[in-house]
């Protein structure tokens, strides 16, 4: 069973920066395609970034430029490094993945990944 445990939420002041990390366990596909979410009360689950096993990476309008995705397969490990963080950033902000017997995008993470409870990020101005 694939379980996905995020961290490295918390609050911070605009223009500070936070590091998430996602732990994949019983997901096999290290690398394969796994990405970051965000929701903020009242609204819809959007993407944020994510990437696939030839390193590609795809990030959000929003976020380009200060946000940066990264992982460590050795470890089963998804990070975003938030740089340069607004009050807008704040959400609560999900990991996914999917395994490869499904396209790797942001869409399909959306409608078919395995999620993870989430890690809190509040920005304050």
């Known amino acids: 069973q694939v379980q996905l445990v995020e961290s490295g939420g918390g609050s911070v002041q605009a223009g500070g920066s936070l590091r998430l990390s996602c732990v994949a366990s019983?997901?096999?596909?290290?690398?394969?395609?796994m990405g970051w979410f965000r929701q903020a009360p009242g609204k819809e689950r959007e993407e944020v970034a994510y990437?696939?096993?030839?390193?590609?990476?795809s990030a959000a309008d929003s976020v380009k430029g200060r946000f940066t995705i990264s992982q460590d397969n050795g470890k089963n490990t998804l990070y975003l490094q938030m740089n340069s963080l607004k009050p807008e950033d704040t959400a609560m902000y999900y990991c996914a993945a999917v395994t490869p017997l499904i396209y790797c995008s942001g869409a399909n993470l959306l409608r078919f990944g395995f999620w993870g409870q989430g890690t809190q990020v509040t920005v304050s101005s």
């Open positions: 990437m696939n096993n030839d390193g590609g990476a």
């Open positions: 019983g997901y096999p596909y290290t690398g394969y395609c």
